[in-house]
Every structure is written in C-alpha cells, then in structure tokens.
C-alpha cells in the first residue's frame, strides 16, 4: 500500500448509488487520476489516501484508492479552494476570497464556534451565516461520523447509508444495539450486525443479539421456503447460529410475540413460530381465497349447450374431466385445476377463455415467470402477462415488492387465469388476492407433483389439499402427447413406475457413465455437436439441469467448464472477475433473487427505448451484452428483449447459467435438457426433483450417468418437509 496526499480538483465521475468515483487529485505538482469508493466528495478537499499504482487498459496509470481520509484545509489558499468549490452552497469563488481575506487562517474556526461573524463580510447576512454555519458543521459530523464507522469495518457506502439513516444517533446505538441495523438499514443483515457488535464488545449472551438472531433464523428459514418453524426446530437452529444454550432462545419467545415481532401458533403439542409478516401472508390469503369462492347460478342446458358449440367451433374434443372444468369454472368464483404434461391443460385453458368470450367477459391471463407468459400466450393466442406485470409492480421500497394493483386499486377484468401456479409463493399470492374483487372469477392452472416455489410457501399444494374449493384433476394423456416418452416417461416417475432405459426411444435417452468427467465430456459432446442439429436449435438453448450446486456435477463447477467450451476467453470480449466468477461478454446468466428495483427498458432495433419498468426475478435468464469497466456496469439482455444495467455491486444477484440446478428451472421450457446424474444425498435426490427436471423438455431429454441413481430417484418419494400453514388457515373455518 502506498499513501498520497492532495487535493480533488476535477470529480470526473461519481454514482452516488454505489459511491465508486472517478477524480484527479493534485498531489504537490502532479496531478493524478484516483478511483475508489466514496460517500460524498467534493472539489476542493484535501484527502490522505491508501492504496496502489494500476494501469487500466483504456485510461493508463491510476491510483486505486482502498482507505482515504478528509484532511482539514492547511493554510488560507487551501481554504480557499474548498469554499470556492461548491461543496458549501451559497458560496462561489468571490465570496470564498473575502471570506478568506477576512479571516485568513481562522477560517473554519470562526465558521464552527463564531458562525455570527461572517456578517462582518460584505454579502453574508446573518440568515446566510448560520446556512453556511450549519453546512460546514454538518460535513465535520459526516466526516467524523465516517471514521468512526470505518473503525468497525463498516465500508464507505455503507457507512453513508447508516449515517443518513441515524444521524448523530450512530454513537449510541453502536454502543446500545449494534443489532438495530439490521431492522432499520437494508444491506445490513444479522451477519453484519453481528460482527460489528462484537467489535463493539456486546456480550454473546446479549438480550438484543439474541432476538435478532431468533429473528434472522426465521428469515434464513424462509430462503429455504418454509413460512415457519416449529418452536422446538427454531430453537436448535438459533442456539446453534448463536452458540448460546437452548434455554437462552426459548425465554426471547413470549417478549417478541409481545412485541408482534413473532406469531406463535398452537399446533397439537407443539406451537408453530412466525415472523409475522409472514403469519399474516397466510392468514390473508386464506381469507381472501374464501371470499372468491362465490357460487353462480347458471342453467345446465344453456352450459352444455355452449360447451358443444366451442367444441364443434374449434375441433376440440373435451374428455369428461376437462369438460367438468369448464362446468366448474363457470358455476364457480374460485376454481383449481392440475395436471401432469399431456392431461390437456392447455385445451382446457382454451375452451375455457373462449367459453367467457363468448358471453363478453374480460379475460386476464398471468403466469409468474417471462418463459411461462410467453408459452401462454402462445399456445392460447391471446395476451398473457407476468403476474408482477399484470399488478403492475412500481418498485416498491427497497427489497420488497409494490403493486399499483391492489385493494385500492383493483385488476379491472371479469376472469383471471393463472397457469404454473407451483411456481406462485405466498408472498405473491397474497399480492395477487388484495388485487382481486369477490365477483372476479380466479382460474389456478398447475401440476401439484411439481417443486414447490423458490420462494416462501407451498401455495398450489396446500389449497388442493385444504378440500376447500372445487379441484379438478386431468388424468388422461392424449394420443398425440401419448407418442412423446418424455411425456409417457414423466408419468411412469410420477407414479413411481420403471422406466425403460434402452434407449428405443425418438425423444429419451439415457447414456450410462460412471466417472464425473467421462460424464462432463458426454455432455459437451451433446451440446456442441448432436442436440443442437436433432432439436433444431442454438447450444444456448440446451440446458443443463443438477440437482446440486456443489460437487463434480455441481452448478458451480459445471458452468466454468461449459464457459470454457462455450464462450471461451477471447481479446474481444471484455471479463468481469467477481467472487472467483468470471463474467464474459456473450456468457448466459441468471438473476438469483428478486430484484423490485432494478429498472429494465426494450430498445428498438436503433437502440431507442420504447418500453420500460422495474423489476428482475429470481430465475430470468439472460445474455451478458457489454461491460464496462469505466461506468461499472455489466449490461444483459433478458427474455422479451429486457434490457437492464447491473452496477458491479449487483453482481452477487447473478451466476453463470449454462447449467443450473432442477429447481431454478420451474416454470421454464427448453428445446433439450441434459441433465447428469452421478450420487448425492438422498434427501435431496427424489421422485419429485426427476419428474420437474424431466418435464422442463420440449423436444429431448437426455441423462447421463448412473441408471441406479436414476432408478433410486424414482423409488424415493420423500420429500425435504416445507413448513407452511396455509392448509391449515383454509381449514380453520
């Protein structure tokens, strides 16, 4: 590390998101290009700064600031510069040359501890004088405030987050309840908190470290899609992430109920723990859902009637399940309907909407993911959106969603269908319902055998198994889908049946290999030379689908290598190294978590912006188009032709996408999936995970590895236990 000293005399770039900045620096009779993070910076400030000598490809030699310092002016040309330069308004370079002239090097003295004498300069009044006061005063509390947190080894924009949420109250909250900003400040989570407040020298046994990681162990359970955990299971999870005793957990319960930080819910013997925006989630949906499920009284003949025309109008062929939903989705406010591939979901759907449009009603059709929407409206050729499109998702605060549909301001329309709904978590579920007048009639299309949602909740499964609505399942397979193994196949693990593995088939195939590379090498083979020409498509378009994220077959390890083949290093393409990942231009990505905020737009082909909104989801797919080192940003283009720039900040939502586990792909539909199997933990390797996997594919499915592995999935129909309560809410009465 070395150390320099100046002062700014250009600000060339500054994202006052992320703080990175781009500054020359006058170091004695050098001037220098310096970039680093920083909170605010001004022209005219004199900096003490850490760090080292780079030579950026397109800019030349920088300083690469790690650790800086604001330095009070020097001597009165030193002031003088800093007033003149705009970081105090109301103060331009004349009015900083009296004010110097006058009181020289007791400049900034005078501005703190006698602000009233100012006046004496011709053009400040005593009103002016206390402004430029209260400025100056202002940026010293800053300053200080910001060492002081760096001591903690708060990072700088971080550390100007915190200040502006809590002012001067920093002090005595890092000494009270370093834990606090984990509630208060997005981007601080438990971790953080934690690790502040044990340099801080809060004890382990403290009462708000405690509370806050009851808390952060619900929160952290959440990601793994339960809406609660049993008393007793919370309780080992926390006194484990603490290293406190369980006794110590358990006595914090009844005061964060008190305070509706938790819900506790009796359940036989034991009581179930919520945070309570999720207790409520539950409690609202289930209220909600009830409210829909208003019968109507329409005429048996005339219904027949009309189903036989739609049928004679457009060559449909109900079978007497599909038929009964279309009875039921008229009788009915609240209807469910599931189904595996090829039971006719799709048909359904169709004689379902045209059935509507015939007696004039307005028809909305949603899905919860891009790929989804789009193969809706495809197959029913009528507009189908995005669930967060169709409530119209306006951002929200910072990590959350908010609809400019809702309770106030209700979706306008007489029918809503939603297809893929095991993919649909509480939390949009509950957004959906305030969204939705009683008279609406609300349609949910879904394979129940499907992976619950990424998010919180297991909502398509537990409405079906509540018994509370009207539920119709399709069983029949169809003869055109009964030609497809994938389909046929799909079923046989579904039912836990033996699937033959003699490769007869046009559509399935299974390649028996023992050893992860020999595996690995089968795979590159398949996308880069023989499924691309048998299914008609690019390699892009091939998916690798895991189970695991980890191991020789894991995601992580199999996308550097599929990188490597598919996208490899090249003097054109610009790189991004983050966390050990290599971004590439032209390399496929996917968004990782919910993103409400992130602004996206569609350009036309002259790169005008012709559409744009707000909000990346977790599961989109896209292709990295530009990175910029200069701006630091990494541009990606998106299903629909979404165009969004991610601040190098934002790279942690992102992972490399040529191959991802089963379960980020719900919801999507791919030309070929590959998908290679070796071992893993049972838990994790089951009937469900195979089934979602294999039903991901349009055209072909290939496996390649262990068929005892294969067979074993198909055996083992447990599955890792969600805990949700909405089954039971619906029950309640």
Known sequence: ????????????????????????????????????????????????????????PSYGRQFKIASFEEKAPEDAAAI??????????????????????????????????????????????????????????????????????????????????????YGMEIYRILKENPYQLADDIDGVGFKTADEIASRAGIRMDSDFRIRSGILYTLQRASMEGHTYLPAEELTVRAAELLQVEPGQIEKHYMNLAMDRRIIMQKSGESAQIYSTAFYYMEANTATMLKQLDIGYDVPEIEMEERIRKIEKQTGMDLDEHQARAVREAVKNGLLIITGGPGTGKTTTINAIIRYFEQEGMDIFLAAPTGRAAKRMSETTGFEARTIHRMLELNGGVEGSAGFERNEKNPLETDVIIVDEMSMVDISLMNSLLKAIVAGTRLILVGDENQLPSVGPGSVLKDIIHSEQFHTVRLQKIFRQAGTSDIIVNAHKINRGEKVPLDNKSMDFFFLKRYDADKIINVVLQLILQKLPKFVDAKCYDIQVLTPMRKGLLGVERLNGILQAYLNPADKGKKEKEHNGVIFREGDKVMQIKNNYQLEWEIRSRYGLAIESGTGIFNGDMGVVESISDFSETMTISFDEGKMVEYPYKLLDELELAYAVTIHKSQGSEYPAVVIPLLSGPKMLLNRNLLYTAVTRAKKCVTIVGNEETFEMMIENNSEQKRYSGLCERLKEG
């Open 1 to 56: 590390m070395e150390t320099i000293k100046g002062y700014v005399d250009n600000i060339i770039f500054h994202n006052a998101e992320n703080g990175y900045t781009v500054l020359e620096l006058i170091c004695g009779e050098e001037e220098l290009t310096c970039v680093g993070t920083f909170g605010e910076i001004s022209e005219g400030t004199n900096i003490e700064a850490e760090g080292e000598y780079t030579t950026h």
């Open 80 to 165: 003088e510069r800093y007033l003149g330069s705009g970081a105090i308004k109301g103060i331009g370079l004349a009015l900083a040359a009296r004010i110097v002239r006058r009181f020289q090097e007791d400049t900034f003295r005078i501005i703190e501890e006698e602000p009233e004498r100012l006046a004496e300069v011709k053009g400040i009044s005593q009103r002016k004088a206390m402004e430029i006061a209260e400025q100056v005063v202002g940026k010293r509390d800053l300053r200080q405030a910001m060492l002081f947190l760096q001591q903690y080894g708060i990072r700088t924009n971080l550390a100007l987050k915190i200040y502006r949420t």
